[in-house]
């Protein structure tokens, strides 16, 4: 079905510099991350949303980039095609739609991914996959608002009480449900087994 919304979505033409690209990707991103915490936060607060619409997704404890769209429909809806949709009505061009629908495609693979990756290098360059996920997943923005990152994503499916957001950690810094992963904790200990064995030498 997603298909044929897409299909018949009315696009407006392309953006008109680069500059209207980048101020609509940024209004995109920003507009999506705020409908996406918003609803998500409530299909997990309130039990009725969460049987409806969430549970499914959850059934999968140790996320894996397969399970990214194991989702009922009315939760596609709700948490991506409507805020796509009314986006595209309102302001948001042909080429930007195009360039979210497969970069963030791979996004949400990446942070289902059941590992982080974002700090391997990529072959033959000097950058690594955080840089090229922050270049492609529209950021201008990813410095003041936070990136989620695939820790942030795991731990959200393992307690189900942090992490709401799709994009950025902002809003769930705001509203107090911003958790940093098990990256965190990881480094946290190795931190204190390296102070607590520095303190036997």
């Not at 009505?89 to 042909?94: E, G, M, N, S, V």
């Not at 979210?100 to 982080?116: Q, R």
């Not at 990813?142 to 950690?169: C, I, P, Q, R």
Request: net charge neutral; hydrophobic share 45%.
């Amino acid at each position: 079905l997603t298909e044929l919304v897409y299909t018949f979505l009315p696009v407006r033409p392309p953006s008109s510099s680069w500059l209207h690209f980048a101020a609509a990707l940024c209004a995109f991103t920003f507009v999506w991350d705020v409908e996406f915490f918003v609803v998500h936060k409530a299909a997990h607060e309130s039990r009725w949303l969460y049987v409806r619409l969430h549970k499914l997704h959850h059934a999968i404890k140790d996320p894996c980039c397969f399970a990214a769209y194991f989702v009922k429909y009315q939760s596609h809806v709700l948490l991506e095609q409507l805020v796509v949709v009314l986006c595209c009505l309102a302001f948001l061009p042909r080429d930007v739609f195009v360039f979210v629908l497969y970069t963030c495609t791979l996004g949400t693979y990446i942070e289902h991914a059941g590992c982080d990756i974002k700090q391997l290098r990529l072959p033959f360059a000097r950058v690594r996959v955080a840089h090229v996920l922050a270049a492609l997943t529209g950021s201008p923005l990813a410095g003041a608002l936070g990136v989620m990152s695939t820790s942030h994503h795991d731990w959200h499916h393992e307690k189900f009480t942090a992490n709401y957001a799709l994009y950025f950690t902002w809003l769930d810094r705001l509203c107090g449900t911003y958790h940093p992963g098990r990256s965190a904790e990881i480094a946290r200990a190795n931190a204190e087994n390296q102070k607590s064995a520095g303190g036997l030498d």
